[in-house]
């Protein structure tokens, strides 16, 4: 983090969005303490855990939205084959991840999709 802060300084940049690193996986706490560390430098986006239920998903959502993030990013390659109920699973009724899409609308939050692995 202090790395990057210098890079921004000479750079004269004043923010940035730090997207949920992959290696991280579902554990957000070090975006969370970057952005908790320089709230007014760093915005954060989180990355949706397709196994969470509908309000386990929407709660995470809430809640990292406390903690400065303001965005979610989907990785559909992350989630269940196709097969085992992969792109049903995130889009059916309950499931956590159209929950979180309806949520972001209504928090007017941006989605990003990753389309490629």
């Known amino acids: ?23 991280h996986k579902y554990d957000h706490s070090y975006v969370a303490n970057a952005i908790k560390e320089h709230p007014d430098r760093f915005k954060g986006m989180l990355l949706l855990d397709p196994s969470l239920n509908a309000d386990d998903a929407v709660s995470q959502l809430e809640d990292l939205v406390l903690k400065g993030f303001v965005g979610v990013r989907f990785n559909p390659y992350l ?39």
């Open 1 to 23: 983090v202090k790395a990057l802060l210098q890079k921004m300084d000479d750079a004269k940049v004043d923010g940035a969005l730090i997207v949920q690193p992959i290696n």
């Open 79 to 117: 989630w269940p084959k196709k097969d085992e109920g992969g792109w049903e699973y995130m889009s059916s009724s309950g499931s956590g991840g159209l929950a979180v899409y309806k949520r972001c609308a209504e928090l007017h939050m941006p989605v990003g999709v990753m389309c490629f692995q």
